[in-house]
Nanobody, 119 residues
């Protein structure tokens, strides 16, 4: 079992920056795949960024170099630095973790943090 707690969301003007944090209840050294998704009202949840085995990062096509995912495994924390935010980035941002154990993947979600970008 992994509990995830996001923070860092808020209201920012277009062009501004935010840094989201996700603190895990267990060592992120043991989490194979951890990252961020987002969901705006009336849309499906989409992948924003993922850190895979702490060696590879993947981003959604819409990121276009504006966001950076990073891990601090000693603090059990994953960050999402978001720069040059746009109104279309407005959404609830969720932390997601996948742990491989007992021959299968287990998936966990945080409750989310709201990001609102004003024009």
């Amino acid at each position: 079992q992994v509990q995830l707690a996001e923070s860092g969301g808020g209201l920012v003007q277009a062009g501004g920056s935010l840094r989201l944090s996700c603190v895990a209840s267990r060592s992120t050294f043991s989490i194979n795949d951890i990252g961020w998704y987002r969901q705006a009202p009336g849309t499906e949840r989409e992948m924003v960024a993922r850190s895979i085995n702490d060696a590879d990062a993947k981003y959604g096509d819409f990121v276009k170099g504006r966001f950076t995912i990073s891990r601090d495994n000693f603090q059990n924390t994953v960050y999402l630095q978001m720069n040059n935010l746009e109104p279309d980035d407005t959404a609830v941002y969720y932390c997601n973790a996948i742990v491989f154990a007992y021959g299968r993947n287990y998936e966990f979600w945080g409750p989310g943090t709201q990001v609102t970008v004003s024009s």
